[in-house]
């Protein structure tokens, strides 16, 4: 028998999904036992030699890991905000593990040769598994589709593809996108957003949402229909071509509208909201503080209540968190000419369980399913977002639901010191990652 490269981990008193504390036992990369059996057999590896730590965890919530379809690790070309090393720290400690870093780098992710480098660095680093996402688009501009298949065929094995910070607007190519992913089962990934009702590529650009506040404030607005009828097209499009399509951060209650609409007519679409969109509001624009400079805007509070009850119903399938690092002095400008982006993998688990478990909207199984098990089955992994069962592979988190902290971006392992959280206490804390049966943190702090 060969030795383990990792020690195994006895977990003692955890509570998975929030239920009946239980042991867990890890072994091997997987989850050797669940239960009462958990402790006899980690008699019987220690008595064969193996080693085996206790992680004692008693009011702790056991979660498999979290996965985000949404990140921006700006590697390469923007190392000045975040790389994969920084942002693979920040999604270990957030809880995530597995993170798909979105294809607006520099240059930008529409090759072989990007997706594989991007892929190889979070192999280096480590501490969460990096899947690149390619981009639709040549540049991102829009015109000529991208080599999906060469991308879907490299060592990065590409499944999901998006303009994100654009949107695939030629309906055309979007056809295109959607009936060429489906070859090798893969899926089209929206930022939905009409250009033209968005000023996109004019002197005025739309700088919040487009509501009461804009016109107080008199900043060109954003306005919901520019999202909506791009995802009311698009799910036609994926109907048609009988595709598969996941809306990228869904902020209106409009989209949720449309979305269930879609579900309802069979169509196959998923749909993701941030952690952000569930809570803030176009209310702190008056601040002009650009730390709240997002795209899609922060909307009303009629769309955070819509968003929260599409989220428990189903109609919005996971949590996305955009987590959008910026250098500071691309934040700490003038609201126009602040870069758009928040930061978001070491606070999406607080605010989800403030904003959807703490009012009783959600239990802990279904935080699983939005931040594990739905956005893995999205993307065909097998060995995340699994249930936290014997035999399985062990990636999974412990939780602290008791803990608060005050959110303190200087402390975030993330070099963007965006996050609109700043200062605010939020409930949760992360306790421990398990990566493929590795503790990547451990008592909150990264091994
Ligand atoms: N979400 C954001 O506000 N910013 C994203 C891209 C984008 O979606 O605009 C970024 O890459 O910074």
């Known amino acids: 028998m060969t030795a383990p490269s990792n020690p195994a981990l ?35 590896l220690r008595a064969q030699g193996t080693q085996v730590e206790t992680l004692e965890a008693e009011g702790q919530i056991a979660l498999p890991g979290l996965v985000d379809l949404h990140t921006h690790l700006r590697e390469p070309g923007r190392e000045d905000a975040e790389t ?14 597995a993170v798909h870093a979105m294809a607006n780098s520099s240059p930008v992710a529409d090759t072989a040769g990007v997706v594989e480098q991007v892929h190889r660095l979070g192999l280096d680093a480590g501490y969460t598994e990096v899947y ?19 991308m879907a065929e490299s060592s990065a094995q590409v499944r999901m593809f998006s303009d994100d910070g654009h949107c695939v607007h030629n309906p055309v190519l979007m056809r295109r996108a959607l009936e060429y992913v489906k070859t090798f089962d893969g899926f089209i ?87 952000h ?78 904003t959807m478990v ?12 939005i931040t594990s098990a739905k956005p893995a089955e999205i993307y065909r992994h097998t060995h995340q977002g699994r249930p936290l069962a014997a035999g399985e592979a062990a990636n999974l988190i412990l939780v602290d639901p008791a803990a608060r902290r005050t959110v303190d971006p200087l402390q975030h392992a993330s070099k963007g010191r965006n996050s609109p959280f700043r200062g605010m206490e939020l409930p949760g804390e992360v306790r421990a990652t398990v990566l493929n049966g590795r503790a990547v943190v451990r008592e909150g702090a990264l091994v």
């Open 189 to 275: 990934a929206q930022h939905a957003q009409e250009p033209a009702l968005t000023g996109w590529g004019t002197e005025t650009p739309a700088q919040m949402n487009e509501g009461c506040v804009s016109a107080e404030l008199g900043l060109p607005g954003w306005p919901a229909v520019a999202e909506e009828a791009i995802i009311a097209r698009d799910v036609l499009l994926a109907q048609h071509v009988g595709s598969r399509l996941h809306v990228c951060h869904v902020s209106t209650r409009g989209s949720v509208e449309i979305i269930r609409w879609a579900k309802e007519r069979g169509i196959d679409v998923t749909a993701e909201v941030t952690p």
């Open 358 to 369: 703490e009012t009783g909207l959600i239990d802990w199984r279904r935080v699983a399913e």
């Open 132 to 150: 690149p996402v390619g981009a639709v688009t040549v540049g991102l501009a829009g015109e000529q589709l991208a080599e999906l298949g060469a």
């Open 10 to 44: 006895l977990i003692t008193g955890a509570r998975p999904y929030g239920e009946q504390p239980q042991d867990l036992l890890i072994a091997e990369g997987r989850i050797a036992a669940v239960g009462p059996e958990a402790s006899s057999h980690a008699e019987q």
């Open 84 to 97: 994969v090393a920084t942002g693979s720290r920040a999604a270990a400690l957030g809880g995530f593990t």
């Open 277 to 354: 969109h569930l809570i803030l509001t176009d209310e702190l624009v008056r601040s002009y503080d650009p730390v709240y400079k997002v795209n899609p805007p922060l909307r009303t509070e009629a769309d955070v209540h819509a968003l929260r009850e599409g989220l428990a119903d189903g109609t919005i399938d996971v949590i996305g968190t955009d987590h959008a690092p910026h250098p500071t002095e691309a934040k700490e400008c003038e609201w126009s000419q602040a870069a758009m982006g928040m930061t978001g993998l070491e606070t999406a688990l607080s605010v989800v369980q403030m």
